[in-house]
């Protein structure tokens, strides 16, 4: 079947820093990734999506490479800002399936 | 546009007890999902619409029943809620099935069963 691990957190990051968030999945067809960001308190929003392999997903400031040949869709940002402390989940869907597979979430703090 | 909205935004349940979630999206998406989070855990899908009156069940349907019969509302009903079933639920939409696109999430409804 299809999985998604994203590294643990909590991450907790100095603001101006950069941050990365490591995604690697594994997928029965070709499927597309997405990163969704969850502020406190709200639901998810979409972040950053990929449909393709070399794509590369990109908004505010974040960014994404669809990595086929390493099955990874890490997300990296270069300088944080307090206002990026969220929950990140990386997540796939695959052709001919309905659910967005997720993983477990990571954690961001950025101290001012 | 509001988008996906849910409510109620939080409830307490006793055991036992019944409720209906409620989800409304205005975006004219043919497609409704249901999920849940549990803590630590990503989002599980519990039931799924394709279109007004056709509905599936995904991964994780026990102890959940839903009905589709307009395009923009796609409730969700708890029967005998059990402990097992605290979590926060999310509700989503999306124009079509394919694989590129993009599911929309309403805020949430965290239900506590005690």
């Known amino acids: 079947g299809n999985s998604v691990t994203q590294m643990e957190g909590p991450v907790t990051l100095s603001e101006e820093a950069f941050l990365t968030i490591n995604c690697t999945y594994t997928a029965t067809g070709y499927p597309s990734l997405f990163w969704y960001v969850q502020y406190p308190g709200e639901g998810l929003q979409l972040l950053l999506k990929a449909t393709k392999a070399d794509d590369k997903g990109s908004n505010k400031g974040f960014e994404a490479t669809y990595r086929k040949e390493t099955t990874s869709f890490h997300l990296e940002k270069g300088s944080v800002q307090v206002s990026d402390s969220a929950v990140y989940f990386c997540?796939?869907?695959?052709?001919?399936?309905?659910?967005?597979?997720f993983g477990a979430g990571t954690t961001v703090t950025v101290r001012a | 546009n509001a988008g996906v909205t849910q409510t109620p935004k939080f409830r307490i349940l006793k055991i036992g007890q019944s409720m209906t979630l409620q989800c409304t999206q205005d975006m004219n998406h043919n497609y409704m999902y249901w999920y849940r989070q549990d803590p630590g855990m990503g989002l599980k899908l519990i039931y799924y619409s394709v279109g007004a009156g056709i509905t599936d069940k995904g991964e994780v349907p026990n102890g959940y029943n839903v009905s589709r019969s307009t395009t923009e509302d796609f409730p969700l009903r708890l029967e005998l809620a059990a402990p097992s079933q605290t979590s926060v639920y999310f509700c989503?939409?999306?124009?079509?099935?394919?694989?590129?696109?993009?599911?929309?999430f309403g805020p949430g409804t965290r239900l506590l069963v005690l």
């Open positions: 989503a939409s999306s124009y079509s099935g394919t694989r590129e696109e993009t599911q929309y």
């Open positions: 997540a796939l869907r695959d052709a001919g399936d309905y659910k967005l597979s």
